[in-house]
């Protein structure tokens, strides 16, 4: 979700190019001018991370290695990564009185990590593990 969220902002500042690299820079682009976008790119970029992020990855100077970064540290496929999205989507349990709105945001949100680094799940199998996260309140909506 970060990713999507992120690129949004730098489309809508005519930024997104320098994600691309310098290597990728359009030859009717002057040096100054792709290095002012690039810099204006990463400013987004950061301004749109929390600070423990900003922390990791504070030695980046240009946009494509920022995003080259984010992605290593957030958008891992490894086995690890998988298993923790995986703990965190089966644990997930609706509160008592909390939000259906808020939950399914959350829901899908993890889902939304899974698909990214390749894991897909069915429909049913969706629907079955939000049934599941439910609270006891909404057995009646569940059985039926």
Not at 85 to 108: I, P, Q
Request: proline share 1%; with cysteine.
């Amino acid at each position: 979700m970060w990713k999507i969220k992120i690129h949004d902002v730098l489309v809508l500042h005519g930024q997104h190019k320098a994600l691309l690299g310098r290597d990728k820079k359009p030859t009717t682009m002057s040096n100054e001018d792709w290095e002012e976008m690039d810099m204006k790119a990463v400013s987004s970029i950061r301004m749109c991370l929390a600070d423990n992020v900003i922390f990791n990855v504070r030695g980046e100077k240009t946009a494509s290695g920022l995003w080259a970064k984010l992605e290593s540290l957030y958008q891992s496929k490894s086995l690890l990564n998988r298993i923790l999205l995986k703990k965190r989507l089966y644990s997930l349990k609706m509160k008592e009185g909390a939000k259906v709105s808020e939950h399914l945001n959350t829901f899908n949100d993890i889902l939304s990590q899974l698909e990214s680094i390749g894991v897909k799940m069915d429909d049913e199998d969706k629907a079955v593990t939000l049934l599941c996260t439910l609270p006891d309140s909404y057995d009646n909506l569940v059985t039926t």
